[in-house]
């Protein structure tokens, strides 16, 4: 579904991504994992094209997307759940999934993310549909960023740390969520700081260090390497 080859990004004059691949394939989650300011962000941000390549390939579904524009990505079928989740704080719970809400061409209505759909998994945003998103907790507004992704139906969802901010409880119910969109042909890549989180939920795990992708493992593998994991995570 999506191969990023050899992309190369720089943000203002700093060269960020330095000849990174990888790909994902259709019903698959696949994690990007590494340090804090390896490149992780920016290339997530390159696939949905806010800040587009200036080498490399990006393709999604065959088509080669470097140089699209943002919304013409997401029309494509390519949703982001972005960190600091971005969110309009004038607009409320439902004004925003309103305007975010897009029929998915290949689904049947059952299958389809529709606002009520979302407020079943997330009955705490139906309680807070008339609030302003500027006024929601941190986790509430983390909560709407990925419901926000969802009512988009998307084939591909881009998740840039989507467990910051929610408490315990709501990371198990968004890992259940996350694997239950993966079971229903949902292709998902995370970039995430919770390596069990990602462990979990992740079909492959590609370690990012300086720019560029240097390993792609298994969580198994990963979970049983230690020494892989302090060199490349910390932990």
Known sequence: ?????????????SYIVQGASLKVASNEAVAVLGRNGVGKTTMLRSIIGFTPPRRGRIAFGGCDIVGWPPQRISRRGIALVPQGRRLFGSLTVEETLSLASRSKRHASGSQAWSLSRVYDAYPHLLERRR????????????????????VANPELILLDEPTEGLAPLLVRDLLSLLRDLKAGGTALL????????????ADRIYLMSKGRIVLETTPGALAADPQTRHRYLGV
């Open 131 to 150: 609030h302003l998103a500027a006024l929601l907790s941190g986790g509430e507004q983390q909560m709407l960023a990925t419901a926000r992704a969802l």
């Open 190 to 201: 995370l970039v995430e700081q919770r390596v069990d989180f990602a462990l979990a939920l």
């Open 1 to 13: 579904m999506l191969e990023v080859d050899d992309i190369h990004t720089y943000r203002e004059h």
